[in-house]
């Protein structure tokens, strides 16, 4: 988009390269705070209520907070965890550049603690990775990667899966939670909503020449041949054979007419 690759060229020094590397690094160490001193968490977490006391460092410091899968006192939880947010960021930067990623997570950011504010609860970092997983995989559509260690899936699914629980949630949940779920993806419809909608048009636009392409196809039941005196086709009878004679129609050879005599046969 043009406004992007004026900001580029504008701020494009500003931007932090590995910044999810520095994220990431930044997790591990949240976590090792977390072990010596359990209620570490509380402190950074994305808390509405406690920014608008004046706790303003919240609104940077809830990324460092791993979003992990399993309890949060399980080491290997939090190890896949950095490792799975390091490997995106790779990937997208290797993909976007240091300064679009820089941009898409910081809107993410933004997104996010919109969100929080809609829903007025704690936010942890779940959708704002999720926007990170779901640009990954407009890049690296068929990626495979193995979920802990065995189980081979692409990163096409991985994402489907988890919009499909985003939508479940969007379907079942409060106003809230749905004005919360667009405004945490608002950096993917910033960066992709375009891609997605003429992606979307050319399918349509696809589906319709095929149909219109479909039919205008004869039939399978449709004969090609006819003959112009009797009626009988290769339909019904696929050993007959037919001409075109001089006057264009065409006829079975039983009743082909006959050519007139010439004079040597007169």
Request: glycine fraction near 8%; hydrophobic fraction near 50%; include cysteine.
């Amino acid at each position: 988009m043009k406004w992007i690759d004026r900001a580029e060229r504008n701020f494009g020094h500003l931007a932090i390269p590995n910044l999810l590397r520095l994220i990431a690094g930044f997790n591990a160490l949240a976590f090792i705070l977390y072990k010596i001193s359990p209620h570490f968490l509380k402190a950074i977490e994305l808390d509405p209520a406690a920014v608008m006391r004046g706790e303003v460092w919240r609104l940077v410091s809830y990324i460092f907070i791993p979003s992990i899968g399993g309890p949060i006192t399980d080491w290997l939880f939090a190890a896949l965890y950095i490792w799975y947010l390091w490997w995106l960021g790779d990937g997208l930067e290797s993909a976007m550049g240091s300064f679009r990623l820089n941009l898409f997570y910081a809107l993410g950011m933004i997104g996010t603690t919109v969100a929080a504010f809609f829903s007025h609860a704690n936010f942890a970092t779940a959708m704002l990775n999720s926007s990170l997983l779901f640009a990954f995989a407009r890049f690296y559509p068929d990626m495979m990667i193995y979920l802990m260690g065995l189980i081979p899936v692409k990163v096409k699914w991985m994402a489907w899966f988890t919009g499909l629980g985003l939508l479940v949630g969007f379907l079942f949940n409060s106003w809230d939670y749905r004005l919360a779920v667009i405004a945490a993806f608002a950096n993917f419809f910033v960066f992709f909503g375009r891609e997605l909608f003429q992606d979307a048009r050319n399918r349509s636009e696809t589906q319709t020449r095929r149909a219109k392409f479909a039919g205008a196809q004869r039939p399978d039941d449709e004969a090609l041949h006819r003959c112009e005196v009797c009626g009988r086709t290769e339909s019904g009878e696929p050993d007959l054979e037919f001409r075109v004679a001089k006057d264009g129609h065409e006829y079975c050879l039983e009743h082909l007419p006959k050519a007139a005599p010439t004079p040597a046969e007169g």
